[in-house]
């Protein structure tokens, strides 16, 4: 049978590791939710020296980067047809594991030692079909706020700040929020999403109205259970309109 190189044994991986993958070469994910009104980031905890970093991976010889992207996530999360966003690469001269305190056992020369090039990536994933499992190298897989991030190991700080950065900008050019909120939302939850990705407030009135304009949701007949007498309308994403705007880019103007 033919061994599957995500799966290798630790001692394996060290040793031998540069036949299946790309040396010198890998991927980091930074993956978003959303959850109480707080905008989230998936990190692991190493099992050796409980520091934190980003879910990353490596390529294989004969394996396309976005493919190991989306192995990546899978292995991650669970969730499979994903969009995810290529938005920087991470190629500092100091950027190997020596250089930031990262160590392994002596008795391998491993070439995980060396300095690696990163690809970043960012996907939105709904937080509640989300179930972090952490790997081999791993002690646990949680979910934290992105205001909270605790130091990470090598620059996956730096990563974390770029991938923000990425999707602010893409506000103005693609809708978000399918991936981040549930199928059925209000419009105070549409907004509250925009505000914490932004880190600022927004006009009620004014959002509303530009949001409407994109013509890629409709209201519901039914208002969120459980709310005061004038609970809020549900609203829900025109998939076909919400694809075509993926596609084509809209004009937000927030």
């Known amino acids: 049978m033919k061994k599957n190189p995500r799966s290798l044994s630790l001692n394996d991986f060290f ?6 993958f790309l040396p010198q070469l890998s991927i980091d994910c930074v993956i978003f939710g959303f959850h109480d009104n707080q905008l989230k980031v998936l990190l692991l905890q190493w099992k050796d020296t409980h520091r934190w970093c980003l879910p990353g991976g490596f390529v294989l010889h004969d394996e ?27 190629g500092d ?8 305190g990262i160590t392994i056992p002596k008795k391998y020369k491993s070439w995980i030692m060396k300095r690696f090039v990163t690809i970043g990536y960012w ?16 002690e646990t897989c949680e979910w934290c706020e992105i205001g909270k991030i605790p130091p990470l190991i090598l620059d996956h700080n730096l990563i974390v700040k770029k991938a923000l950065e990425s999707l602010r900008l893409q506000l103005n050019d693609y809708p ?27 006009d009620r009135r004014n959002f509303q109205k530009k949001i409407l304009a994109l013509d890629i949701m409709h209201r519901l007949e039914e208002r969120k259970e459980g709310g005061a007498h004038k609970a809020p309308y549900l609203y829900k994403f025109d998939s ?5 705007a993926l596609k084509q880019g809209i004009s937000f103007g927030i």
């Open 15 to 20: 040793e031998n590791g540069e036949k299946y």
């Open 176 to 202: 978000v929020g399918v991936n981040l909120l549930p199928e059925k939302f209000t419009m105070p939850e549409l907004q509250s999403l925009y505000e914490t990705i932004l880190n600022k407030q927004l």
């Open 240 to 244: 076909k309109k919400y694809q075509k």
């Open 64 to 90: 396309d980067i976005d493919d190991a992207a989306i192995n990546t996530l899978k292995n991650r999360t669970g969730l499979q047809k994903i969009v995810l966003h290529q938005f920087h690469t991470f």
């Open 123 to 138: 996907a939105l994933v709904e937080f509640s079909k989300v179930k972090p499992m952490p790997d081999e190298f791993s």
């Open 93 to 100: 001269r100091n950027r190997d594991r020596g250089k930031h």
